[in-house]
């Protein structure tokens, strides 16, 4: 690959982290780029002073207003709202970007959605190849399974209050008790989930955060204030998960042979420990999990899974059977 394309790529990723205020460094970007080699084999690492250059190209040639913020010790864009404007990409480079696109589309709720299919559209428009068209792209079919409808003006100003760092003003219906309740709220994390979405973040002056389900917003509008992103919160939210549930240790339980293909299928994905039976049985060891994750799934094999440990679960699986058996009698 000649060396003008490598950097375009190189610096599509750079942008890509950039407009995620991700705050690359040089040193933070280069070990990157080696992971992505090591992963995605695109052959275009770098060195650190390499990337100063990629800055610097970004800055005089496409007028990328990039500064460095020394709170977070790396880049950042002062206008969020400025475009990369690309040269034409290899086949390879536009699939890549073409279905993940298409990904998005299926999986973003209104108007997000309908700005990615806007922008998919473009790059066809400009495409010189005959391979890429709608048609190619709508047969990747996408199982979003999206059990909740999300009015798109809320996501909207979610979207854009998370984006630009602004605190909204958010009203929002608890799902236990039907109770309004209005937040003074700053939107640090947009996330899926099971389908459906969430936004986490603090309310205003509190320490502690909360997660918000989407849905249940009923109004979300532009309030007083900026913050910065925590990435503190970022990183523990990826380590630990969306939701700060107490999680059980130590779940072990046997599972029948008719269920052992797919656990094997998901051990690596779910962290699973498992040791095989000479009946064909497994025992398998879960990671820490929530005891409402834990119970549906119990419960949802039917009698395929049996609970050894810990034995307050078993007798909460065996409570709820029996309730399960009595009102369906």
């Not at 969020?80 to 999986?107: H, I, K, S, Y």
């Not at 939210?237 to 107490?246: A, E, I, Q, S, V």
């Not at 990671?287 to 909460?316: C, D, F, M, T």
Request: a neutral charge; one cysteine or more; glycine letters at 4%.
């Amino acid at each position: 690959m000649p060396a003008n394309k490598k950097q375009i790529l190189r610096m599509i990723k750079l942008v890509a982290m950039l407009k995620r205020n991700s705050y690359p460094n040089a040193t933070s970007f280069v070990k990157i780029l080696r992971e992505a080699d090591l992963m995605e084999n695109l052959n275009i690492a770098c060195t650190e002073r390499t990337f100063m250059r990629d800055i610097a190209t970004l800055k005089l040639d496409f007028k990328a207003p990039i500064e460095f913020d020394h709170e977070h010790n790396g880049y950042c864009l002062t206008r969020p709202d400025w475009e990369f404007q690309t040269p034409t990409l290899t086949d390879d480079a536009l699939l890549t970007a073409m279905l993940g696109g298409r990904v998005a589309e299926d999986v973003l709720p209104s108007p997000l959605k309908e700005k990615v299919t806007r922008a998919v559209d473009s790059h066809l428009a400009v495409s010189d190849t005959s391979f890429f068209d709608r048609t190619f792209l709508e047969s990747l079919l996408v199982a979003s399974g999206s059990k909740t409808s999300i009015a798109p003006e809320i996501f909207e100003a979610l979207f854009q209050g998370w984006r630009n760092r602004l605190v909204l003003h958010l009203t929002y219906k608890k799902g236990a008790t039907g109770e309004i309740q209005e937040y003074d709220f700053e939107p640090h994390i947009l996330a899926s989930f099971k389908s459906n979405w969430y936004v986490k973040g603090y309310p205003r002056n509190e320490k502690k955060p909360v997660c918000l389900a989407i849905f249940r917003i009923q109004q979300a509008c532009k309030g007083h204030g900026t913050f910065l992103t925590d990435k503190k919160l970022i990183e523990d939210t990826r380590k630990n998960g969306l939701f700060d549930y107490p999680k059980i240790e130590g779940i072990t339980v046997r599972c029948v042979p008719a269920i052992a293909y797919y656990l094997y299928e998901q051990e690596r994905a779910k962290n699973l420990k498992i040791t095989p039976q000479q009946d064909g049985s497994l025992i398998v060891i879960l990671p820490p999990s929530p005891e409402y994750e834990a119970l549906r799934w119990i419960l949802g094999e039917g009698g395929n899974v049996e609970v050894l440990q810990p034995v307050e679960l078993r007798k909460k699986v065996r409570d709820m059977a029996q309730k399960c058996a009595e009102i369906n009698a």
